[in-house]
């Protein structure tokens, strides 16, 4: 494989990710796997790459990220599929938990003298000055 200059190859590069969108399928986004779907822009990682990685390393990297065109087979769409729904679903109780969280925050610091006051009933020799127990 004959491997142009930095520039060449993010050039390159750029024009072979032009149309995609997060969720295609790219070969050797990272250098030890094969394939993956993206999870950001390819620009984001190609400015990765010309930033962040070894100099030396980095014509290779771009050279070797490109999309994949080819049709998979059935039985990867599949799991593909199933993958895509749990990280839908996993995403969905991230964001109610960081509700339930901020709910929680909220109930806290309205509370926090009720608590303080218990605190000091229940735990009469605790240290605790309002911040931490040193």
């Given at each position: 494989?004959?491997?142009?200059?930095?520039?060449?190859?993010?050039?390159?590069?750029?024009?072979a990710f032009k149309d995609s969108k997060i969720g295609d399928?790219?070969?050797?986004?990272?250098?030890?796997?094969?394939?993956?779907?993206?999870?950001?822009?390819?620009?984001?990682?190609?400015?990765?790459?010309?930033?962040?990685?070894?100099?030396?390393?980095?014509?290779?990297?771009?050279?070797?990220?490109?999309?994949?065109?080819?049709?998979?087979?059935?039985?990867?769409?599949?799991?593909?599929?199933?993958?895509?729904?749990?990280?839908?679903?996993?995403?969905?109780?991230r964001a109610e938990l960081d509700a339930a969280r901020?709910?929680?925050?909220?109930?806290?610091?309205?509370?926090?003298?009720?608590?303080?006051?218990?605190?000091?009933?229940?735990?009469?020799?605790?240290?605790?000055?309002?911040?931490?127990?040193?």
């Amino acid at each position: 494989m004959k491997v142009g200059t930095i520039e060449e190859e993010a050039t390159l590069c750029r024009a072979a990710f032009k149309d995609s969108k997060i969720g295609d399928l790219a070969w050797c986004v990272h250098h030890q796997t094969l394939y993956e779907p993206l999870t950001e822009p390819a620009e984001s990682r190609i400015q990765y790459i010309l930033t962040g990685k070894l100099e030396k390393e980095r014509a290779h990297r771009l050279r070797e990220m490109r999309p994949v065109k080819g049709k998979l087979p059935a039985k990867l769409d599949a799991a593909r599929a199933k993958l895509d729904a749990a990280r839908a679903k996993l995403d969905a109780a991230r964001a109610e938990l960081d509700a339930a969280r901020a709910e929680w925050d909220a109930a806290g610091d309205k509370y926090k003298p009720v608590l303080e006051a218990l605190h000091v009933v229940e735990c009469p020799d605790s240290t605790w000055n309002g911040t931490s127990i040193f």
